[in-house]
């Protein structure tokens, strides 16, 4: 009897906790219904011609699903050129940003020397220091040393404008990590050096695939430093091509070319977003567990 009315008495506060949860429930499955009915919009009407879109008959695809409007996007409006130069910055600012940022937090959480807090405080101040406020002094610098008007100058501020977020999201996997790896591996006669990068690093995997994935979206994302720093067609990234575009629509009226390269754009991050969803999560995750 007394299991019974256990059992009775827990159904009920499930009951409970599932109903006092209904309406965040209800929000979550709200704001998904509103994305893909978002999404959907715009990759039908990336399909559909101008005039279907002004006169808001976008779903009907009455004169058929107009695929060309991708080529057009693509070969037309710069967008392969903005894609690229996009990908080339993404990619190579993540590789830069790795290499500086994993030993610096891996040598702050691991070791004990004068100054360390001082640096992790920095690192923290840094994160919270808007970038236009350091827009003059970084185009100053950028004209006394001949960088303006180069992809190499926008690889090199995307590194550094990453590396404070970076490291302190760093510093938590790092320093969760036993000792006993290290401890292990200076007894077979490993360096720290060697150490790191056969061991340490491997197993800080969750923490570097998921801060990898927030850079590359951020510098691909990225609007401001672009618009500042590229001074010509050939250099913007996709946030910038797409403001373009954005203006060269309201003269030629190509509707449909403007939300095809939309899609194209958001397509990776989408994509990043689709298959790699659980690795974030379990990444986020991950820092707060203590080996």
Same mark, same amino acid.
């Given at each position: 009897?007394?299991?019974?009315?256990?059992?009775?008495?827990?159904?009920?506060?499930?009951?409970?906790?599932?109903?006092?949860?209904?309406?965040?429930?209800?929000?979550?499955?709200?704001?998904?219904?509103?994305?893909?009915?978002?999404?959907?919009?715009?990759?039908?009407?990336?399909?559909?011609?101008?005039?279907?879109?002004?006169?808001?008959?976008?779903?009907?695809?009455?004169?058929?699903?107009?695929?060309?409007?991708?080529?057009?996007?693509?070969?037309?409006?710069?967008?392969?050129?903005?894609?690229?130069?996009?990908?080339?910055?993404?990619?190579?600012?993540?590789?830069?940003?790795?290499?500086?940022?994993?030993?610096?937090?891996?040598?702050?959480?691991?070791?004990?020397?004068?100054?360390?807090?001082?640096?992790?405080?920095?690192? #923290?101040? !840094?994160? $919270?220091?808007?970038?236009?406020? *350091?827009?003059?002094? +970084?185009? =100053?610098?950028?004209?006394? @040393?001949?960088?303006?008007?180069?992809?190499?100058?926008?690889?090199?501020?995307?590194?550094?404008?990453?590396?404070?977020?970076?490291?302190?999201?760093?510093?938590?996997?790092?320093?969760?990590?036993?000792?006993?790896?290290?401890?292990?591996?200076?007894?077979?006669?490993?360096?720290?050096?060697?150490?790191?990068?056969?061991?340490?690093?491997?197993?800080?995997?969750?923490?570097?695939?998921?801060?990898?994935?927030?850079?590359?979206?951020?510098?691909?994302?990225?609007?401001?430093?672009?618009? #500042?720093? !590229?001074? $010509?067609?050939?250099?913007?990234? *996709?946030?910038?091509? +797409?403001? =373009?575009?954005?203006?060269? @629509?309201?003269?030629?009226?190509?509707?449909?070319?403007?939300?095809?390269?939309?899609?194209?754009?958001?397509?990776?991050?989408?994509?990043?977003?689709?298959?790699?969803?659980?690795?974030?999560?379990?990444?986020?995750?991950?820092?707060?567990?203590?080996?």
């Amino acid at each position: 009897m007394k299991t019974k009315h256990a059992k009775a008495k827990n159904q009920d506060a499930g009951s409970k906790l599932r109903l006092s949860q209904l309406p965040a429930y209800l929000i979550v499955v709200f704001w998904v219904i509103f994305t893909f009915v978002l999404l959907g919009w715009i990759f039908a009407a990336s399909l559909s011609t101008s005039r279907e879109i002004y006169t808001g008959e976008v779903l009907k695809f009455a004169s058929g699903f107009h695929f060309d409007n991708y080529i057009t996007a693509w070969n037309s409006q710069n967008v392969s050129v903005f894609f690229m130069n996009s990908v080339l910055y993404a990619t190579v600012s993540l590789i830069g940003i790795q290499l500086i940022c994993a030993p610096a937090a891996y040598v702050l959480a691991r070791f004990m020397f004068k100054g360390n807090k001082l640096l992790k405080n920095c690192f #923290i101040v !840094a994160m $919270s220091i808007p970038s236009i406020m *350091v827009i003059l002094p +970084l185009y =100053s610098a950028a004209v006394q @040393m001949h960088l303006t008007g180069t992809r190499s100058l926008l690889i090199i501020l995307y590194i550094c404008l990453n590396v404070p977020f970076t490291t302190t999201f760093l510093l938590n996997f790092f320093g969760s990590l036993s000792h006993t790896y290290e401890e292990a591996a200076a007894i077979d006669g490993c360096t720290p050096i060697r150490t790191f990068w056969k061991i340490m690093m491997p197993l800080a995997q969750p923490g570097l695939v998921t801060v990898g994935i927030f850079n590359f979206l951020a510098v691909w994302n990225e609007y401001f430093m672009a618009m #500042i720093f !590229a001074s $010509s067609d050939s250099l913007k990234n *996709v946030g910038m091509g +797409l403001f =373009s575009m954005v203006q060269a @629509m309201k003269s030629n009226g190509n509707m449909g070319g403007l939300f095809a390269a939309v899609v194209i754009v958001f397509m990776p991050t989408f994509i990043i977003y689709l298959f790699l969803s659980e690795k974030i999560i379990a990444g986020i995750t991950a820092g707060g567990v203590k080996g």
